[in-house]
């Protein structure tokens, strides 16, 4: 109670601890101006101090990873293996843009109206057909349209999380989730992978028995950061734990139809028979971020509480969105648009790992990912991290560092590469920077 009442108000910038002097608290500017207090109205009004206004949890939130990243200067000509969603391709915003048309004539402005809480029946019918090509028979009932698969992941922490509580993910894992449960209080253990990249399920069982965890977070197929593709067994032998233990798992799926050779496995989702799976998917990686909408299916009690939640939240996803994406879905479009990326990002893919075997530099590993958009770099030991961020900005490439997305301390550093954003003419030049700028990094 002390440690966290400490921790407390450290978030909130009161208390500041010095070697050799123990903790004080502080007597900032901002703590003289408390708020609430009256000022003397013959005098101006000053600006209102807002740090000790905030809550504990709010003060303790740190930037977010990719902000911070879209923010630095880059070059002009800089290659961009950054950001993890890909460019929207021509073909797609001329079919969207004929539909948005229709939308706005034909239906008299209804899609400017409020939808339902769990979104609009006819969309929800539709990513039950489109679940039903994957294997997984749900009603819509069990279905609720989100504004993006990150509102999936906070409604899950603010339902199912409590601080103190501890949640199983894959090691390493998509970094917001790990911010997201952490925002709930909890804490995350990274389940480690042997070296053909398997989840051990070992490993899983033993947490599983000494953790009692609140839920299992996986994202099997193509995972953001690896790319690795956990392969059916797999699958369902952490079902048949899930079922052991009576622990959920969080299953997201935003990667699942980019595939590149073979179909990817089932869903876990699929194969559950006793409402053990939450499952997330989106639309950010196949249309773009910016139409905002994911989906949860989830066993109907759990979903029933994630409704209320996401009242409480946004009243309901965007109806634009929600009757455009519908038409996309029913008209086509979308099915359109996968087959035309499925084959532009496997030449992609290709064209980075021939890259990465003509330029890379002694040490570098990496897996031939078989969907999805990343290539996950294993770099030489030796490489300062920092140093390589400062080199690669200087010459004109950029990566997201693999540290945020380990829930322990990562035994060797990586850096995760969207083989699927840059053009293809580019993607060698961009490989060969980054691996001089690898060179310039090594230490001694
Ligand atoms: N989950 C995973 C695993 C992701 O990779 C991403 C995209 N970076 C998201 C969630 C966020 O998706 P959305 O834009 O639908 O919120």
Redesign the pocket.
């Given at each position: 109670t002390v440690l966290n009442a400490y921790h407390e108000l450290k978030a909130a910038g009161l208390v500041e601890s010095f070697v050799g002097r123990g903790t004080i608290v502080l007597e900032t500017e901002e703590t003289d101006e408390g708020a609430g207090e009256v000022t003397d109205s013959a005098s101006a009004p000053a600006p209102l101090y807002w740090k000790p206004m905030l809550t504990a949890k709010a003060a303790a939130e740190s930037s977010s990873l990719i902000r911070d990243l879209l923010a630095l200067p880059k070059r002009q000509d800089a290659v961009s293996f950054g950001v993890?969603?890909p460019l929207p391709e021509p073909e797609l915003l001329e079919e969207l843009q004929q539909m948005a048309g229709r939308l706005f004539t034909e239906d008299r402005g209804e899609v400017m109206l409020h939808s339902p809480v769990e979104g609009r029946a006819s969309l929800r019918q539709a990513l039950c057909d489109r679940m039903r090509d994957r294997g997984i028979r749900c009603p819509k009932e069990e279905v609720i349209v989100?504004s993006?698969?990150?509102?999936g992941?906070d409604l899950i922490a603010r339902t199912l999380l409590s601080p103190g509580d501890c949640v199983l993910a894959e090691e390493p894992t998509?970094f917001?989730?790990l911010q997201t449960f952490r925002a709930a209080g909890a804490t995350v253990i990274g389940v480690p992978v042997d070296e053909d990249g398997r989840l051990r399920l070992d490993a899983m069982e033993s947490l599983l028995r000494s953790y009692r965890p609140k839920f299992i977070y996986v994202?099997p197929s193509y995972?953001?950061p690896s790319g690795r593709l956990m392969d059916a067994s797999v699958r369902e032998s952490l079902l048949h734990l899930a079922y052991r233990y009576r622990t959920p798992i969080v299953e997201?799926d935003?990667?699942g139809e980019l595939a590149y050779g073979e179909k990817s496995p089932l869903p876990i989702k699929a194969m559950d028979e006793h409402a053990h799976v939450l499952y997330?998917g989106?639309?950010?990686?196949l249309l773009g971020?910016g139409m905002?909408?994911?989906w949860i299916a989830a066993p109907k009690p759990i979903l029933k509480v994630m409704g209320r939640m996401k009242q409480l939240n946004d009243l309901h996803t965007n109806s634009v969105a929600q009757k455009l994406l519908d038409a996309a879905l029913r008209e086509g479009a979308v099915d359109r648009h996968l087959a035309r990326i499925r084959t532009l990002y496997r030449a992609r893919r290709d064209e980075m790992c021939a890259a990465l075997k003509r330029y890379a530099v002694p040490g570098m590993q990496w897996d031939v990912p078989m969907g999805g958009l990343f290539l996950w770099l294993r770099l030489p030991g030796g490489v300062n991290v920092q140093e390589l961020a400062v080199r690669a900005a200087d010459r004109g490439v950029d990566y997201i560092p693999g540290a945020p997305f380990f829930a322990e301390q990562p035994k060797g550093s990586y850096i995760r590469l969207n083989f699927a954003r840059a053009d293809i003419e580019r993607i060698g030049e961009g490989i060969r920077r980054l691996c001089a700028a690898v060179e310039d990094a090594m230490e001694g």
């Open positions: 993890g969603v989100l993006g698969a990150q509102q992941l998509y917001s989730a994202i995972q953001n997201e935003p990667y997330i989106t639309f950010s990686k971020p905002r909408i994911g």
